[in-house]
């Protein structure tokens, strides 16, 4: 089969499936507007985004917006280059993140020409801000945590309701998670994040006293303030432990943490396990991390859940109890090498695409969590005919 990927690079998703896919015999091209920083290492057939990294977009501190604009000029008529010359060859396209044209009018070309789509929603490029932030009680116990927050990650609802539409129009499969499906109402599969457990050494250290590790990209996103506060609460109570705090270095480094820790401590925000912790099931680590259990059929990794409200008994039961921990530790890497193994997505992934099974989740857009001045958006986007 000829696969085209597509899409913008998250914690090295596109590139796990690229490995895999060809190693099943498959014909891949990869074609990317971005790279991820902490999986530098990884090749891509074609960089949409190939001038950006060399033109300053800055001069004596400021802006220079007028770069800006003939970069993304650039951008676009490479992207419509490469669909006019090469995407008419493919026999299945999955998209990340984002389309290859900013207005998405490749999705409906490459369908056209007979192309099956796969979408994979992986976060704030459909996540609706406002209905997280309302329903689940995240980013909350700050002012200016929350305010940091929906300067980063609230995306003008018609932006994200064109990518959402196109997709529910187009895709012959799509793959997410609860938490970010606030505008979505076609029914999708539960995104399985892909994991190389064979690159993934298991290492089970059993000690006594466990090794902590808390690895906040962004610690105002995990809540690594209220974190560390109770774990610094822990120890001034008597109990041992040593604490390894990682942030900015490269993904390799965080592999080698984990192989040596004994917990792993993700975030209070983001619904888990994502990328992060499944690799430290895969090294050998306990995983606390908030876990929405109301999906249990669905999704049921073995961890910890702990949130905002419930931060210090999570944490200090994992800590104290060696025998709870140790069947954490064994369970986790037997749930990845069963639920996350790449092979066994990957397999699905095709498998949904040719005869597809019934999907995992059935959304409801909850209006009434809707923003007042999106409201109208929302409600033109539900009137469009998509369908």
Same mark, same amino acid.
């Given at each position: 089969m000829r696969i085209l990927i597509a899409g913008e690079e998250v914690c090295g998703i596109i590139g796990t499936y690229q490995e895999e896919l060809r190693k099943m015999g498959h014909e891949v091209f @990869?074609?990317?507007h971005d790279t991820d920083r902490y999986f530098s290492e990884t090749k891509y057939d074609f960089f949409l985004g190939s001038l950006r990294p060399n033109i300053p977009y800055k001069f004596f501190g400021k802006e220079v917006l007028f770069l800006e604009k003939i970069i993304v000029k650039i951008q676009a008529?490479? @992207?419509r280059n490469f669909i006019r010359k090469r995407a008419m060859n493919f026999d299945l396209v999955i998209y990340l993140w984002r389309t290859i044209l900013v207005n998405c009018a490749d999705v409906s070309i490459l369908k056209k020409n007979?192309?099956?789509?796969?979408?994979?929603?992986?976060? @704030?490029?459909v996540r609706y801000f406002d209905v997280f932030q309302k329903k689940y009680n995240v980013f909350n116990w700050n002012p200016?945590? @929350?305010?940091?927050a929906r300067k980063k990650w609230r995306v003008p609802v018609g932006r994200l309701l064109r990518y959402i539409r196109i997709a529910e129009k187009y895709g012959d499969a799509i793959y997410s998670i609860p938490d970010q499906a606030g505008l979505q109402v076609r029914p999708y599969y539960h995104l399985r994040i892909p994991i190389d457990t064979k690159k993934f050494e298991f290492q089970n250290n059993l000690r006594k006293i466990p090794k902590v590790i808390h690895a906040p990209s962004h610690p105002w996103h995990k809540g690594s303030d209220l974190i560390e506060a109770v774990l610094e609460k822990l120890k001034n109570e008597g109990i041992e432990f040593e604490y390894v705090r990682l942030k900015g270095i490269p993904h390799q480094e965080v592999i080698d943490y984990l192989k040596d820790g004994d917990i792993l401590v993700d975030?209070?925000?983001?619904?888990?396990?994502g990328v992060l912790a499944f690799e430290a099931m895969s090294c050998g680590c306990a995983v606390v991390v908030r876990h929405l259990a109301e999906y249990a059929d669905v999704f049921e990794p073995p961890l910890v859940h702990f949130d905002v409200d419930n931060i210090y008994e999570p944490i200090k039961k994992v800590i104290l109890d060696y025998e709870f921990r140790q069947e954490l530790i064994i369970n986790g890497r037997a749930y990845v090498e069963k639920e996350n193994d790449v092979t066994n997505v990957t397999r699905n992934l095709l498998e949904n695409v040719n005869n597809p099974r019934k999907e995992d989740y059935f959304p409801v857009m909850e209006m009434d969590l809707i923003e007042d001045a999106d409201r109208k958006i929302v409600e033109e986007w539900s009137n469009t005919a998509l369908y």
């Amino acid at each position: 089969m000829r696969i085209l990927i597509a899409g913008e690079e998250v914690c090295g998703i596109i590139g796990t499936y690229q490995e895999e896919l060809r190693k099943m015999g498959h014909e891949v091209f @990869s074609v990317i507007h971005d790279t991820d920083r902490y999986f530098s290492e990884t090749k891509y057939d074609f960089f949409l985004g190939s001038l950006r990294p060399n033109i300053p977009y800055k001069f004596f501190g400021k802006e220079v917006l007028f770069l800006e604009k003939i970069i993304v000029k650039i951008q676009a008529i490479r @992207s419509r280059n490469f669909i006019r010359k090469r995407a008419m060859n493919f026999d299945l396209v999955i998209y990340l993140w984002r389309t290859i044209l900013v207005n998405c009018a490749d999705v409906s070309i490459l369908k056209k020409n007979g192309t099956k789509v796969v979408f994979l929603f992986v976060g @704030s490029e459909v996540r609706y801000f406002d209905v997280f932030q309302k329903k689940y009680n995240v980013f909350n116990w700050n002012p200016e945590i @929350s305010r940091i927050a929906r300067k980063k990650w609230r995306v003008p609802v018609g932006r994200l309701l064109r990518y959402i539409r196109i997709a529910e129009k187009y895709g012959d499969a799509i793959y997410s998670i609860p938490d970010q499906a606030g505008l979505q109402v076609r029914p999708y599969y539960h995104l399985r994040i892909p994991i190389d457990t064979k690159k993934f050494e298991f290492q089970n250290n059993l000690r006594k006293i466990p090794k902590v590790i808390h690895a906040p990209s962004h610690p105002w996103h995990k809540g690594s303030d209220l974190i560390e506060a109770v774990l610094e609460k822990l120890k001034n109570e008597g109990i041992e432990f040593e604490y390894v705090r990682l942030k900015g270095i490269p993904h390799q480094e965080v592999i080698d943490y984990l192989k040596d820790g004994d917990i792993l401590v993700d975030g209070i925000n983001g619904h888990g396990p994502g990328v992060l912790a499944f690799e430290a099931m895969s090294c050998g680590c306990a995983v606390v991390v908030r876990h929405l259990a109301e999906y249990a059929d669905v999704f049921e990794p073995p961890l910890v859940h702990f949130d905002v409200d419930n931060i210090y008994e999570p944490i200090k039961k994992v800590i104290l109890d060696y025998e709870f921990r140790q069947e954490l530790i064994i369970n986790g890497r037997a749930y990845v090498e069963k639920e996350n193994d790449v092979t066994n997505v990957t397999r699905n992934l095709l498998e949904n695409v040719n005869n597809p099974r019934k999907e995992d989740y059935f959304p409801v857009m909850e209006m009434d969590l809707i923003e007042d001045a999106d409201r109208k958006i929302v409600e033109e986007w539900s009137n469009t005919a998509l369908y």
